[in-house]
């Protein structure tokens, strides 16, 4: 069974700039969550989507943003780079995102703001 | 805010030798906690987990252990081995306030380097 899947791996963008990170769940889940992990503030969450729709949002600015697919795919956009967006983006996937609902991380993609 | 922390940022252990992993929470009506461990590279792991209506959840050589009245939480790792040497992680699976029941999010502790000395 194929692991969440994260692509791509290392990104590197100018100030300005906007990007897209995408997120392939395992097999059957329903639920992805998007997490921003830096040094200074470790892991934060950024939202949660389940069957196409927002459920939850962490406090990120409105330039932080995100979708779910049919397939539950995801994708999240960053607009407007900054140099603190700089930062492991981590995906996980869970059947439910409820209580209770294990949820496995992909390995993340490290974006770099220059 | 609520928040998950955690009391030592780096725990040095001989490889065989038991490690406990300690973890403060604020939320009271927090109700399942998790640890992660995350190795250099890779994303959180799950380790083990535990509801709030339990005191001691046991692993493959993990236990967990939670103290409501202290809001506080505990890893053990029995025998450990170098494999694992990573950054261990304490969640808190809530919902946020004047949310759904649904709609659960993961409040992670700054997390701890857990090396292994041979």
């Known amino acids: 069974k194929a692991g969440v899947t994260q692509t791509p791996r290392y990104l590197i963008k100018t100030r300005g700039q906007q990007v897209t990170l995408s997120c392939s769940p395992i097999?059957?889940?329903?639920?992805v969550s998007w997490y921003q992990q830096t040094p200074g503030q470790g892991l934060q969450f950024l939202f949660e989507?389940?069957?196409?729709?927002?459920?939850n949002k962490g406090n990120f600015p409105g330039r932080f943003s995100g979708r779910q697919f049919s397939n539950s795919r995801s994708e999240m956009n960053v607009s407007t780079l900054e140099l603190g967006d700089s930062a492991l983006y981590l995906c996980?996937?869970?059947?439910?995102?409820?209580?209770?609902?294990?949820?496995?991380f992909g390995q993340g993609t490290r974006l770099t703001v220059v | 805010g609520e928040s998950v922390g955690l009391h030592l940022p780096t725990l040095s252990v001989q490889e065989g030798d038991n490690s406990i992993i300690n973890c403060a929470y604020s939320?009271?009506?927090?109700?399942?906690f998790i640890w992660y461990k995350q190795e250099s590279g890779k994303g959180p792991q799950f380790i083990i987990d535990?509801?709030?209506?339990?005191d001691k959840r046991q692993g493959q050589r993990v236990t967990v252990l939670l103290n409501k009245t202290v809001k506080h939480l505990s890893l053990q790792i029995a025998a450990t081995q170098p494999g694992d040497s990573a950054v261990y992680f304490c969640?808190?699976?809530?919902?946020?306030?004047?949310?759904?029941?649904?709609?659960?999010?993961?409040?992670f502790g700054s997390g701890t380097q857990l090396t292994v000395l041979p």
């Open positions: 969640a808190e699976n809530s919902s946020p306030e004047g949310s759904s029941g649904s709609a659960r999010q993961l409040t």
């Open positions: 097999s059957g889940h329903r639920s």
């Open positions: 996980a996937s869970s059947l439910f995102g409820g209580l209770n609902t294990e949820a496995f």
């Open positions: 989507y389940f069957s196409e729709t927002q459920r």
């Open positions: 939320n009271s009506a927090s109700d399942y």
């Open positions: 535990i509801r709030s209506n339990m």
